[in-house]
């Protein structure tokens, strides 16, 4: 029997892969571990690991300058804590990564200090005049790779609910 | 050491082919009147991610080597990013941080702790394999080659932390005749012919 979460991290990095991302930029949260080893594990993937999650999106915005694709893997907070830097990347020098983050906070989140990130994520990412869609199923994780390609000159930010990564769990 | 001596020294001393990420305000503008040919692209806003940027063109960008010219109030605002640069060790990563201990742009206050800060110390804890410091011109005309390429040794990535006169460097009177996106755009054109 597989590790939980093993499948659907391995959806998500072969996405990655088909979408010939090359660099993945990430600070952990306990549902992405799945996904960080199968990261660490990818040949064709760089892991960078941060310090902040703003130095992961100047790190995408990098590579994009540069014509390499990456991608941000992070939690919820780093788009919270990453506002400036996303805002100032998307509309000031318009560069496009993709930015992959659990949603903690919603419900299914039993945790009472993730709560207030659910409450403001997505109202602060309509502000931000940033593009996201929120993942709820495992085979929505497919679509990570048409997210990248739409990531041209803006970043787009893909919200994974638990029920994506852990589907098992119910 | 006056600024524009600073930015002249790294114009003497890089290579046609590398590439120039400049952080805010004085630092960046001393850079642009040394009219260097090197392909250079300017960071700001957001302020506290240059470095990062510089990063990720650097993997980016293996083959050409990238040159950060930062100010020490845009790094002080994120030093952490030391951390993250040591740790993705890119070969072909420099970095030379101007100290004036101040916020020129913002009008010349003082930045915390100003003149307390040692960032060759805080880069070498932080795992850089190569910092040094200049105080004055003759200093920096024996360090930026080193910064650049030590005889014998593999490129590796470093800090230089080169100590500049407090100048006033207010604002421009007129941003320029371009946006940062159509500066992005330029300057993706020429990296990508």
């Known amino acids: 029997m597989s590790e939980p979460g093993a499948a659907s991290a391995e959806r ?16 952990p949260d306990s549902w992405l571990a799945p996904v960080l080893a199968r990261i660490d594990a990818e040949p064709k993937i760089r892991h960078i690991r941060v310090g902040r999650e703003d130095d992961a999106v100047g790190i995408a915005a990098g590579c994009a300058l ?89 970043p787009m930010v893909l919200l994974l609910r638990h029920s994506a990564l852990f589907p098992a769990a119910g | 050491m006056r600024r524009a001596a600073a930015a002249a020294t790294f114009k003497k001393h890089l290579a046609p082919d590398d590439i120039v990420v400049c952080g805010l305000g004085s630092t960046r503008r001393a850079w642009a009147e040394a009219g260097a040919p090197q392909l250079t692209y300017n960071g700001s806003d957001p302020m506290g991610t240059a470095p990062a940027l510089a990063l990720g063109l650097a993997l980016a960008q293996p083959r050409r080597r990238i040159v ?23 070969s072909n990563l420099r970095i030379a941080v101007f100290i004036n201990d101040r916020y020129e742009t913002g009008g ?70 371009t946006t940062q996106y159509q500066d992005r755009a330029a300057f993706q054109k020429r990296l990508h012919g």
């Open chain 1, 66 to 154: 540069g014509g390499k694709r990456a991608a941000v893997v992070c939690q919820n907070a780093g788009v919270l804590l990453s506002a400036n830097a996303l805002a100032g990347y998307a509309h000031n020098h318009q560069l496009g990564f993709l930015v992959l983050a659990v949603y903690r906070g919603l419900e299914d989140d039993r945790f009472h200090y993730q709560k207030y990130k659910g409450l403001v994520t997505e109202g602060v990412l309509a502000g931000l005049r940033i593009p996201y869609r929120v993942l709820t199923r495992a085979d929505e994780l497919d679509t990570i790779a048409s997210a990248v390609d739409e990531a041209r000159e803006k």
């Open chain 2, 68 to 90: 950060l010219l930062e100010g020490d109030g845009d790094l002080t605002m994120n030093l952490g990013a030391l951390v993250t640069l040591a740790g993705a060790a890119p």
């Open chain 2, 108 to 177: 010349g206050q003082p930045l915390p702790n100003a003149g307390r800060v040692s960032y060759t110390q805080i880069a070498g804890a932080a795992g850089f394999p190569w910092t040094g410091e200049a105080h004055d011109e003759a200093q920096l005309d024996k360090l930026v080659p080193a910064l650049l390429q030590r005889d014998g040794e593999p490129p590796s990535l470093g800090l230089l932390a080169l100590h500049v006169d407090p100048e006033a460097s207010p604002y421009p009177a007129d941003p320029g005749p």
């Open chain 1, 12 to 27: 998500v990095v072969k996405a990655l892969v088909a979408a010939k991302v090359e660099v993945a930029a990430s600070l």
